[in-house]
C-alpha cells in the first residue's frame, strides 16, 4: 500500500548545490523516497528506508530505578531487533557516571554503570537520537552502610555486638539516613526459636527514624534492619529479652559533668568526668563511650581516676554538631546521647571554612585553554592546600602557583570536554563550596555553526520574511554576534532561543526598503560559514525573478568555464 508525506526541503541559500530533505513518518516498516529533478528521475532514486519508532525501545531492571552507591548496577535495553543507534549517558547531581553497553544478542544490550554518589542519577536512553520510552529515567542511589544509630551502635550493643532488652518495657532506637541517600527505612524482629514476629513502629521525621517494640516473652530474637530494601552492614542483630536487668536502674545513677560535655574547640583537648560512684558497690560495670558526628566519629579517650569515676577527652578535628552517647551497664545514662558543639578554633586558625575561591574557573572553562581561579588561605592559617579535577574518563592536570603571600593562583587544563568536578581540600578538608562542578566546553569553531532561513535569501519587500536560524549545536563555546548593514545604515536585529538551554537561536530584523543587505554572522569574533551574506531585496516580484535569471545564467557560465579548463 502506498502513503504520501509531508515533507519540507530545506535550502541554506540559493547559491547551495546541496537540498535537505525533511519528513515524519507515522509508522515503522521499509519506506522508499523518490525523487526527481525537474521531470527527470534523479538517480540512484527511489532511495529505501527502515523507519523505526524509538518508542519501542525498552529499559528494564533493578539497574534503571535502584543502585548502590559505589556497587555495579545493571540494566537491560531491547532494541526489538531493530537497525539504529542506541546511547546511554548517566548523570548524577555532581557527576557524570561511565557506563558500558554491551551487546548480549540481536536485540539485547547490557548496560553497567557504578554511581560515584549517593542520590538520584539521571539515565537517558536514546534511539536515533529520540529518547526512548519513558527516558529519562530517574535512579535512586543509596549506601545502607551510610546508617546511622544516633548515639553510635555502642549505644545499643554490648562486647558482643547484642541488644539487650526488657520484656514488656518500649525499645526505641533512632536511625539517621541522611547521608545515605533517597530510601524507606523497614524492620522486622523474630524470636529466634519460633520465628514469630514481633510488633513494630516506624515513625520517620525528615531522615531521622524511630523503631519502637515491645518484647513480651523472654528468649533471643533477631532484629533486621533494611534502607531501600538492601540490609544494613551485621545484620540481623541478636537481641536478648529477660524479665529484668541485673543493674536495673544503675545507669540513672551515673552522672556526666564538664565542658567538654557540650562544647569543645577545634584541635583543642576537651574532657569532661563520668561519675559513676553512686552505683552498688558490687558493679563493675565500664562507660561505653561515643562521639558521633555527621561526617565522621571522634575517638574518647578513658581513664579511671578513681573507683567508678572516669576521666574522658577527645580532640575534634572539625567543626559541627556531634552527639556525645554514654552507656552504663548497657543502657544510656541520664541525658544521653548529649549535643555537643565544636567551634572554629579561632587561636590557631587553620579552618578549612575560611578558606575562600574565587574566579571564573570554579564554574566554567573551555577546552585546550588553561582554567584558573585564586585561592585565598590567609585566614586559615599554615597548613596543606590541594587540589583535584576530575572529568568524565580523564582526569584535568591542576597546578598550584604561590604567591609566598597566603594566596594561590590554581591552573587547570582540562583534558576532555563535559562536566567536571574540582575537589580543593586544605589539611585534607574541603574549603566551603568544595566539590565545584565544572562545565567543560569545547573551544569555539565557526566553521560548525549553520546559518539558514529565509531572512539570509533574496526576497520581496511586500512579503520577505526577514528571520533566520543559527545552529549553533556542536561549536562549542563561543558568543553569537550578527550585525545587519541596509542601504541607509545599520539595522536592529532581534535574537531569541528557542528553549533556554538550546543552541539555536531565532534572528529576526525589518527592513522598510529595497536594496542590498550585508547579514554579518560571527561566533567568538569569527565569521561563520557563508557570512557574511549578501542578500537583495526588491521591490516588485518581476525585478526578482530578473535578477535570479541573470544570477543562473552567470553561474551555469562559470561551471562551463571550469569544466573547458
Excluded at 539521571?122 to 527516558?135: A, L, Q, Y
Excluded at 543587505?517 to 521591490?539: A, Q, R
Aim: aromatic share 8%; charged share 25%.
Amino acid at each position: 500500500m502506498k502513503y504520501d508525506f509531508p515533507f519540507k526541503i530545506d535550502d541554506a541559500s540559493f547559491r547551495s548545490t546541496v537540498k535537505k530533505v525533511r519528513f515524519t513518518p507515522n509508522e515503522t516498516g521499509v519506506h522508499y523516497l523518490n525523487a526527481k529533478f525537474g521531470s527527470e528521475i534523479i538517480p540512484g532514486t527511489p532511495i529505501k528506508m527502515m523507519v523505526n519508532d524509538a518508542r519501542l525501545v525498552t529499559a528494564y531492571g533493578d539497574g534503571i530505578h535502584h543502585a548502590l552507591h559505589e556497587k555495579l548496577a545493571t540494566f537491560m535495553i531491547d532494541t526489538q531487533d531493530m537497525q539504529g543507534d542506541l546511547k546511554v549517558r548517566i548523570e548524577g547531581s555532581n557527576s557524570v557516571i561511565k557506563n558500558t553497553l554491551e551487546r548480549t544478542n540481536d536485540n539485547r544490550f547490557k548496560v553497567t554503570y557504578v554511581p560515584v554518589e549517593v542520590g538520584f542519577v539521571t539515565i537517558s536512553i536514546k534511539w536515533n537520537g529520540k529518547d526512548i520510552t519513558n527516558s529519562p529515567f530517574k535512579a535512586a542511589v543509596t549506601n545502607p552502610e551510610r546508617v546511622r544509630i544516633v548515639g553510635g551502635w555502642q549505644s545499643i550493643l554490648d562486647s558482643e555486638d547484642r541488644m539487650h532488652v526488657i520484656i514488656n518495657e518500649e525499645k526505641k532506637i533512632r536511625f539517621d539516613t541522611s547521608h545515605a541517600g533517597p530510601g524507606t527505612l523497614k524492620a522486622d524482629i523474630r524470636g529466634s526459636n519460633d520465628g514469630l514476629r514481633v510488633p513494630i513502629r516506624i515513625d520517620q521525621q525528615g531522615a531521622i527514624y524511630t523503631l519502637s517494640f515491645t518484647v513480651i516473652r523472654e528468649g533471643k530474637y533477631d532484629v533486621a534492619i533494611t534502607y531501600d530494601q538492601n540490609p544494613l552492614p551485621n545484620m540481623p542483630i541478636r537481641a536478648i529479652a529477660n524479665s529484668t536487668s541485673t543493674n536495673l536502674g544503675e545507669h540513672l545513677k551515673v552522672e556526666v559533668r564538664g565542658h567538654g560535655s557540650y562544647e569543645a574547640k577545634v584541635n583543642e583537648e576537651a574532657e569532661f568526668t563520668i561519675d559513676a560512684s553512686k552505683t552498688s558497690a558490687q558493679s563493675t560495670s565500664m562507660p561505653i563511650v561515643r562521639l558521633t558526628g555527621v561526617q565522621a566519629d571522634v575517638e574518647v579517650r578513658i581513664r579511671q581516676i578513681e573507683n567508678n569515676i572516669f576521666l574522658c577527652s577527645y580532640v575534634p578535628t572539625a567543626p559541627g554538631a556531634y552527639l556525645l552517647s554514654v552507656t552504663w551497664a548497657e543502657r544510656q545514662v541520664r541525658g544521653s546521647p548529649f549535643k555537643v558543639n565544636v567551634l572554629p578554633n579561632t587561636n590557631v586558625g587553620h579552618s578549612a571554612s575560611r578558606v575562600i575561591c574565587s574566579g571564573e574557573g570554579l564554574r566554567m572553562g573551555i577546552l585546550g585553554k588553561e582554567i584558573k581561579c585564586i585561592i585565598d588561605t590567609r585566614g586559615a592559617g599554615p597548613g596543606e592546600l590541594t587540589a583535584y579535577c576530575q572529568g568524565v574518563n580523564k582526569t584535568a592536570f591542576c597546578r598550584l602557583f604561590d604567591h609566598r603571600d597566603g594566596t594561590f593562583t590554581l591552573f587547570i587544563k582540562p583534558q576532555e570536554s563535559g562536566r567536571h568536578v574540582l575537589t580543593i581540600k586544605y589539611n585534607d578538608e574541603d574549603v566551603p563550596g568544595s566539590p565545584y562542578t565544572l562545565k567543560v566546553s569545547g573551544p569555539p569553531d565557526a566553521n560548525k555553526v549553520r546559518v539558514s532561513g529565509p531572512g539570509i535569501e533574496h526576497g520581496v519587500l511586500s512579503t520577505f520574511q526577514s528571520h533566520f536560524i543559527c545552529e549553533t549545536k556542536g561549536a562549542g563555546a563561543g558568543q553569537l554576534t550578527v550585525k545587519i548593514r541596509g542601504p541607509k545604515g545599520a539595522f536592529r536585529v532581534e535574537m531569541q532561543r528557542e528553549h533556554l538551554q538550546d543552541r539555536t537561536i531565532i534572528c529576526r530584523y525589518n527592513p522598510t526598503e529595497p536594496g542590498d543587505y550585508l547579514i554579518s554572522v560571527k561566533w567568538s569574533d569569527e565569521h561563520v560559514y557563508g557570512s557574511p551574506f549578501h542578500t537583495h531585496i526588491f521591490e516588485r516580484q518581476e525585478e526578482l525573478e530578473r535578477f535570479l535569471h541573470e544570477q543562473n545564467a552567470y553561474r551555469q557560465a562559470q561551471k562551463q568555464w571550469r569544466e573547458e579548463v
